[in-house]
């Protein structure tokens, strides 16, 4: 899941290199806190849901009718509204942390040693992007796909075209391997991925949610496919 958003401000200048054991820390860093940083627009996104309103209204009008407290029907809303916050939280933490438990955990044994690759964007010794990618274990009949993870930019480092030039290194790297493709998904919450991707030539081939909490709150993921020319 990439996080990155427009962001102007002039910085010193980035090279891309391919990552090292000494990065672990700063990329768990700026994994992490992208991924943290879509909890605030998932909380917005649930209170426009039908269902999510109709509990902010329904629930302290039944507790006024009920108990006749305007206070009681009061706390209620902000009860509600504390756990729509927690539900706005849950799914990006257990993604974090089921990440730390598998391709997070040694990213040279998970990409390097994987026929894949991890990279980082470096500006001033500092790391400031990231992303990595894997070869598709079962690609449809007749193609060889590499799969796009973890596009990530720090916030004060966006809007320069990094995160372009990190997913181009992608494709150069899926090239020269010799694959037809280069897939990822990434979800309707992430407007600004999306837009990078289908500005970069990505199109749309399917769309399926992760899991019933998704499909619940109307967050589907759409699995994009760049083509790639013969090498």
Same mark, same amino acid.
């Given at each position: ?10 910085? =010193?200048? $980035? ?28 909380? &917005?996104?649930?209170? +426009? ?11 302290? @009008? *039944?507790?006024? @009718? ?6 009681? =029907? ?9 756990? %729509? ?16 438990? +598998?391709?997070? *955990? ?7 040693? *994987? ?12 790391? %400031?992007?990231? %992303? ?32 372009? $030039? ?24 992430? &407007? ?9 030539? !990505? ?17 589907? +993921? !759409?699995?994009?496919?760049? $083509?790639?020319?013969?090498?």
């Amino acid at each position: 899941m990439p996080r990155f958003e427009t962001q102007k401000s002039p910085m =010193a200048p $980035s090279h891309i290199r391919q990552y090292q054991d000494s990065d672990y820390k700063h990329v768990l860093d700026l994994f992490i806190s992208g991924m943290e940083e879509y909890i605030p627009a998932t909380f &917005r996104h649930l209170l +426009t849901l039908p269902r999510t309103l109709l509990l902010l209204l329904g629930v302290p @009008l *039944a507790v006024v @009718l009920v108990s006749g407290s305007w206070l009681l =029907a009061a706390i209620s809303i902000l009860f509600l509204l504390l756990l %729509v916050q927690l539900l706005a939280r849950h799914p990006w933490k257990e993604y974090v942390a089921k990440c730390l438990h +598998t391709d997070m *955990a040694d990213i040279t044994q998970s990409y390097l040693n *994987a026929r894949g690759s991890f990279w980082v964007a470096e500006s001033v010794g500092e790391v %400031v992007g990231i %992303v990595g990618c894997l070869p598709v274990k079962d690609p449809p009949l007749g193609r060889k796909q590499m799969e796009l993870f973890h596009l990530s930019v720090s916030s004060q480092y966006r809007g320069q075209g990094i995160a372009k $030039s990190l997913v181009r290194t992608v494709l150069q790297f899926a090239r020269g391997q010799g694959y037809s493709d280069v897939v990822l998904g990434t979800s309707v919450l992430q &407007r600004s991925a999306m837009a990078l991707y289908l500005s970069m030539g !990505f199109r749309r081939t399917d769309r399926y949610f992760l899991s019933i909490y998704w499909r619940l709150v109307d967050n589907p +993921t !759409f699995q994009l496919k760049y $083509s790639l020319p013969s090498a």
